[in-house]
């Protein structure tokens, strides 16, 4: 489980910094609020990603497990 949230977590930044770097708005002058914005992004692709992926990992198991 830890993995699986390690890799999702590496996928949320990598996606992340991406459409940080590809944003065509000004950037704020503070940094403060620069880390904001990407640490809240991040947060909430990781929500979004785990939200479907840890589901359909289980509903998947499960399944296996029925059809053996």
């Given at each position: 489980m830890?993995?699986?949230l390690l890799n999702i977590l590496?996928?949320?930044v990598i996606i992340t910094t991406i459409g940080?770097?590809?944003?065509?708005?000004?950037?704020?002058p503070s940094m403060a609020m620069?880390?904001?914005e990407f640490f809240g992004m991040m947060t909430m692709l990781f929500l979004a990603i785990s939200a479907i992926y840890l589901p359909a990992y289980?509903?998947?198991?499960k399944l296996q497990r029925?059809?053996?």
């Open positions: 830890k993995r699986k590496t996928v949320s940080f770097l590809m944003d065509g708005d000004i950037k704020e620069r880390f904001s289980s509903l998947t198991k029925v059809r053996q």
